[in-house]
């Protein structure tokens, strides 16, 4: 629950789809343990009731789908517990990414670290065109560690995937537009709802079944052993004393 008593992910539906919404705006939707369970539980729940046809995810606010992990939760982890925290989201995102429903990710504002790792392993996403995207985390002594060193890689290109990743850049949705990764054409903020349904409404066209079908063939084949090479390898960084030193320097920044 937030610090007003609601659920870190609010749950709504919408004609044949459930919008799960990432409810921590004041933290920009930073992914803690318990915002993680919850979007488990709504998951589970969306994919379990046969009237949803789409799972749709947004962020709480206007700022941010979301900002990437709650770094309060990696400060002073070994590489054990580190490589539990991560697993624990490789987990998840794993699940999302081999749903047997289209799960679409709908960003409006900033997507780093582990929220653009989030909509990265949503088989679809929209953007509107002030949303940003980037994987920082080499510039904190950190690597990706959701899966995105595999995910954006695959979604933009070895060389793009590596610029972002190594330099810190972020990509712009038109950016995002052109590397072929978003379902439609940036749109302005009020008009992402609507663009949700048009496509939701496109997805729903087909008939359930071979849509669970495409998406088993497309997405059951998806190698697991670099994702769990990339956990392995980020709980390294996390718990070395780069990483460690580079999540108190951002922490301090933040707290400013």
Known sequence: MTEHGEPLVRTAGVGSSTWLTLNRPASLNALNAQLLDELE???????????????????????????????????????????????????????????????????????????????????????????????????????????????LTEAVGRRLALQVMLTGAKLTAQQMWEAGVLAAAPVEPEALADTVDTLVHELTRAGADATRAVLAA???????????????????????????????????????
């Open 218 to 256: 497309v997405v059951g084949s998806t190698p697991t052993l670099p994702l769990a090479n990339e956990a392995g390898l980020g709980a390294i960084a996390i718990s070395s004393d780069a990483g460690q030193a580079g999540i108190r320097a951002f922490r301090e920044r933040s707290a400013k």
């Open 41 to 151: 539980a709504g998951l589970e729940r969306a994919l379990a009731d046969p009237a949803v046809r789409v799972v749709v995810l947004v962020g709480a606010g206007d700022r941010a789908f979301s900002a990437g992990a709650d770094l309060d939760e990696l400060t002073g982890l070994d590489s054990a517990a580190a490589l539990a925290v991560l697993s624990r989201g490789h987990r998840l995102f794993r699940r999302i990414e081999s749903a047997p429903k289209p799960v679409v990710a709908a960003v409006d504002g900033y997507a780093l670290g582990g929220g653009f790792e989030l909509a990265l392993s949503c088989h679809l996403m929209v953007a509107t065109q002030r949303a940003r995207f980037g994987l920082p985390e080499a510039t904190l002594g950190l690597i990706p560690g959701y899966g995105g060193t595999q995910r």
